[in-house]
Every structure is written in C-alpha cells, then in structure tokens.
C-alpha cells in the first residue's frame, strides 16, 4: 500500500506561482512512479506531469510545459509540483498519485491517490 498526502495548494493571482507537495509512504514507494492530475469541476481528470521511479526522467502535458515542473526528493519520500505563470485555466483540484505498474499519462494506469489540494487561479 501507498499513502499519499497533497499540501501547497491555495488561491493565487494569474501570473503567480505555488508548489504543492504530496508526501509519499508505504513499502512499496521506492519502487513507484508518481504523477499529478488535476481535475475542475464537471470535467475529467487530466494528467499533468509524472516522475520515474529513479527521478531520472520526467514527463509533461503540453499545457503545462514550460511553465510546471515535477521532481522528486528520496531523503523526504515527497514529489513536488512547481507551478510558475499559472492561469484561470490551471484552477482545478491537483491530485498525486503513484503506480507500480510502469508510468503513463491516463488515471487507470496508477494505483493509489492521494485527497486533493485545490488550486484556484484568479484573473
């Protein structure tokens, strides 16, 4: 089993920045790739980024790149997403989540969530 624990989320003028933070534990969290998701409200969750077990490797939505990066700190068990010139249209309820399974950019490919921080960007 893994737990999963989001923090960093809050409201934030457009052009602003936040990280938010999702602390990982569990035997297998070593071995996990994690993601973040992000849903707004009445819409499907959408992928936003995903960092490889080993931290070497890193994947974006092209909505976000440039603009959001992903990693990950072992010493803490804790991913981090930072956001930088966010927009009304990254409002939306960020998630973390981890897969055993190898990573992938569609929410069935991962196994465990975390609750949620909202993120709110304000025009």
């Known amino acids: 089993q893994v737990r999963l624990v989001e923090s960093g989320g809050g409201l934030v003028q457009a052009g602003g920045s936040l990280r938010l933070s999702c602390a990982a534990s569990?035997?297998?969290?070593?071995?996990?790739?994690l993601g973040w998701f992000r849903q707004a409200p009445g819409k499907e969750r959408l992928f936003v980024a995903a960092?490889?077990?080993?931290?070497?490797?890193?994947n974006l939505a092209d909505s976000v790149k440039g603009r959001f990066t992903i990693s990950r700190d072992f010493a803490k068990n804790t991913v981090y997403l930072q956001m930088s010139d966010l927009k009304p249209e990254d409002t939306a309820v960020y998630y973390c989540?981890?897969?055993?399974?190898?990573?992938?950019?569609?929410?069935?490919?991962?196994?465990?969530w975390g609750q949620g921080t909202q993120v709110t960007v304000s025009s």
């Open positions: 989540a981890a897969t055993i399974r190898g990573w992938g950019t569609r929410s069935e490919e991962y196994d465990f």
């Open positions: 569990g035997r297998t969290i070593s071995s996990s790739d």
């Open positions: 960092i490889s077990r080993s931290g070497s490797m890193a």
